[in-house]
């Protein structure tokens, strides 16, 4: 079935350097993605989404790209702090009732 | 966080017994959901709701029921436990299709129960 998924299980990251935390989805009819960040005990937090309909949205510190012809999403922190260590998942959907499929993670761990 | 609390946070239980558990929120969202989340698996989704009275399955369903009788509560119930349901389950809301178009999840905060 259709799936999405994550190239890296782990990033290690020096503090004030940018992350590139990438996500291949393979549902070419997936019109929304959802990045979440989770820290241990938490539920996970959303962080930024983008529509089919852009390639690239930014927030504060982040930016998500996204890339149809090769159904490659990322995201990018700047100056990566100790206090985005987590793990991050993407999230497709591709249906009209909202339901999203979700990646299994990518642990991102900030070094001093 | 999105005004949504799960209860319990924390839960023992023994194989065969019955548990619910239940997710409130404070947004008047029209969607929610319950996932899964262990190990290796990631997040699944177990059941949602489109509305009051309104509910599906979803692809983990199998051991669980759910009711949805106001707005703000969705209640997701393991009729007999057994210990492969040892998981943290989260709830979500969505205000959903705003716009036509899907609407954001956020996430309660979680709810870690073990099945001995």
């Known amino acids: 079935g259709e799936s999405v998924g994550l190239h890296l299980p782990t990033l290690s990251v020096q503090e004030g350097d940018n992350s590139i935390i990438n996500c291949a989805y393979s549902n070419s009819a997936s019109d929304y993605f959802i990045w979440y960040k989770q820290e241990s005990g938490k539920g996970p937090q959303f962080i930024i989404d983008i529509r089919s309909n852009m390639d690239k949205r930014q927030g504060q510190r982040v930016t998500v790209l996204l890339n149809k012809t090769v159904k490659h999403l990322s995201l990018q922190i700047a100056a990566t702090q100790p206090g985005d260590s987590a793990v991050y998942f993407c999230?497709?959907?591709?249906?009209?009732?909202?339901?999203?499929?979700f990646g299994a993670g990518t642990q991102v761990v900030v070094t001093p | 966080d999105a005004g949504i609390t799960q209860s319990p946070r924390h839960k023992v239980t023994e194989t065969g017994t019955p548990v619910t558990l239940r997710c409130h929120q404070t947004e008047n969202h029209r969607y929610m959901y319950w996932y899964r989340q262990d190990p290796g698996h990631g997040l699944r989704l177990i059941h949602y709701?489109?509305?009051?009275?309104?509910?599906d399955k979803g692809e983990v369903s199998d051991g669980y029921s759910v009711s949805r009788s106001k707005t703000e509560d969705f209640l997701l119930t393991l009729e007999s436990a057994t210990s492969s349901q040892t998981s943290v389950y989260f709830c979500?809301?969505?205000?959903?299709?705003?716009?036509?178009?899907?609407?954001?999840?956020?996430f309660g905060p979680g709810t870690r129960l073990t099945v001995l």
């Open positions: 979500a809301i969505s205000g959903g299709l705003a716009g036509g178009r899907t609407d954001t999840q956020y």
């Open positions: 709701s489109y509305g009051v009275k309104d509910t």
């Open positions: 999230a497709e959907n591709a249906d009209s009732w909202g339901k999203l499929q």
